[in-house]
């Protein structure tokens, strides 16, 4: 006899219930640890990936979770937009394609690798293949994770001088990863964009970046982020250029120790190079489109700016006290910086030693090699610490400083070095030191403390030769010399190098 129809299908929907209570019930239990990484460097990072991803190693055969992560393996393409889109997305992904003819749908990793592609974070290869199984090297590895994690237009800034990369197609990736402090080159001044990436690496540069997009999203609802200086209208640079960039979170210059030790021989604190005495720290000025330009010659002429109109400096502009003679003007009408270094005024024009003249809106640089009115080829202006800047209570921007020893290379955004010095432990122009997060500011109170905070968040530049630990200011005689003396007893071995790029010689 047979069984009602009902029945059979009150049997069939048990037997389905059943097999997803036991599919659920011994699910594959994810690791507490990766056994694997207890005792290397990519641990943090690994599980990193582990609690904010859910990403958990590998699996057996049996579909159990083995507890590794295989920090030392390369990463394949697919394992890569694994990481990426669950991530971002989480692992609940459906978005399938037949775009690529050697990923079938009902591959692990498709619909990660379809997901990603249509986020514009992979693509494939000419012939219709997508290549799967195939190792990523670090030039691909970091435009996957920057797109992943940043919009492409949001990808620019940093500087770096790498032997191995010139104008390719990776150069913006690996400037903005370095100027981030996600990764760094190999010791003879390569980055290697062709070398494969392991799982471990992959892991560090998607952990910092994914931890950098959450903070900035909890910075911008909180406060609009930090906008770049400014004095009138005008920005002091943009947001993102180096003198604006947090160095809080770069990584530590493999030749710290070395640096600091070759300053520390000189002197043993940081010392103000600035007061309330006009002698000291250098003046700067405002004019606008109504000021006239006058003529200007340099004997520095062929690493100077001398457009045939002249400088808008007046005959009476402050110059600073010394032997440097700098001036500084900005036009805040045309947002310009002028400055001059050795500056005379001979009754008609202006003679100087050299001239420069920065767009404030710009990030471009001076040809390499070519001076400013500052040794490094760097503007001072922004680097000054300004009054009002100290009174507001906040400076948002890295500041200047010299060194007696400094040798022959530079660092960018410097690009002039003037030293014939080849110790390699003496400082390069555009050196960036940062002072240690761990060194303790409860003892000092009013504008010290602010310069000190800043130079934990933003550090401070090797601009040009002179006293070691000197740091620069503005001219203004509403300084307070008695809070500024705090700084005189911060010690030199409270600070450390940061990387931000390699030596150019």
């Known amino acids: 006899m047979k069984k009602p129809i009902h029945i059979l299908l009150s049997i069939i929907v048990a037997i389905l219930l059943t097999a997803v209570y036991f599919t659920m019930a011994f699910a594959a239990t994810p690791p507490s640890d990766f056994r694997d990484t207890s005792s290397h460097w990519s641990k943090a990072f690994a599980d990193k990936l582990k609690t904010e991803c ?5 699996k057996n055969a049996d579909g ?14 697919a394992e890569l937009a694994k990481m990426l889109t669950q991530c971002k997305f989480g692992s609940d992904l459906t978005t399938t394609s037949d775009d690529f003819y050697d990923v079938s749908e009902s591959a692990w990793y498709a619909p990660a690798v379809y997901k990603a592609k ?33 919009s492409d237009a949001d ?22 990863a370095v100027m981030k402090g996600y990764v760094q080159g190999y010791n003879d001044g390569r980055f290697g964009p062709g070398n494969k990436i392991t799982r471990g690496e992959a892991a560090k540069i998607i952990a910092k970046a994914h931890q950098y997009v959450e903070s900035q999203e909890v910075e911008e609802k909180t406060q609009n982020s930090v906008d770049a200086p400014k004095v009138g209208s005008c920005q002091v640079f943009p ?9 809080s979170g770069y990584s530590l210059h493999e030749n710290s120790d070395g640096y600091i030790n070759s300053i520390l021989s000189g002197r043993s604190n940081i010392h103000p190079d600035f007061g309330s005495n006009p002698d000291y720290g250098i ?37 600073e006290a010394g032997s440097d003679g700098h001036i500084l003007v900005i036009d805040t009408d045309a947002c310009k910086l002028y400055e001059t270094f050795d500056s005379t005024w001979s009754g008609s024009r202006w003679e100087v030693g050299s001239g420069a003249i920065f767009d404030l809106n710009s990030n471009a640089l001076r040809p390499d090699g070519w001076t400013s009115a500052d040794a490094a080829g760097l503007p001072i202006f922004p680097g000054l610490v300004r009054y009002d800047e100290v009174k507001s209570g906040e400076i948002n921007h890295a500041l200047r400083f010299t060194v007696s020893e400094s040798q022959r290379a530079y660092i960018k955004p410097a690009t002039h070095y003037a030293s014939s010095s080849t110790n390699p432990n003496h400082s390069p122009m555009g050196l ?5 997060a761990s060194y303790d500011l409860s003892g000092f109170t009013g504008d010290a403390l602010v310069i000190l905070k800043a130079l934990k968040k933003y550090g401070m530049i090797v601009a040009d030769n002179g006293s070691d630990w000197f740091i620069t200011g503005e001219t203004n005689a509403k300084w307070d010399d008695d809070d500024l003396g705090q700084l005189k007893s911060v010690p030199g071995s409270a600070f450390e190098v940061v990387y931000t790029g390699e030596l150019v010689k």
């Open 432 to 436: 960036r030191l940062r002072l240690k």
């Open 54 to 58: 859910q990403i958990y190693g590998f």
């Open 283 to 319: 003046p700067w000025m405002t004019v606008d489109s109504s000021q006239k330009k006058v003529p200007i010659s340099a004997y520095y002429d062929d690493e100077s700016d001398l457009p045939a109109e002249g400088y808008p400096i007046p005959s009476g502009a402050e110059i």
């Open 155 to 176: 990808i620019k800034g940093g500087f770096s001088n790498f032997s191995d990369v010139s104008n390719q197609w990776f150069k913006k990736y690996i400037q903005f």
């Open 118 to 150: 249509k986020m514009g974070w992979v693509k494939g290869y000419a012939n219709g293949s997508f290549r799967p199984n195939t190792s990523v090297n670090r030039a691909e590895a970091l435009k996957m994770i920057l797109l992943s994690a940043f």
């Open 239 to 247: 947001a993102d250029n180096p003198w604006n960039t947090d160095v």
């Open 64 to 77: 159990e979770y083995l507890g590794e992560f295989r920090p030392d393996t390369p990463i394949t393409r």
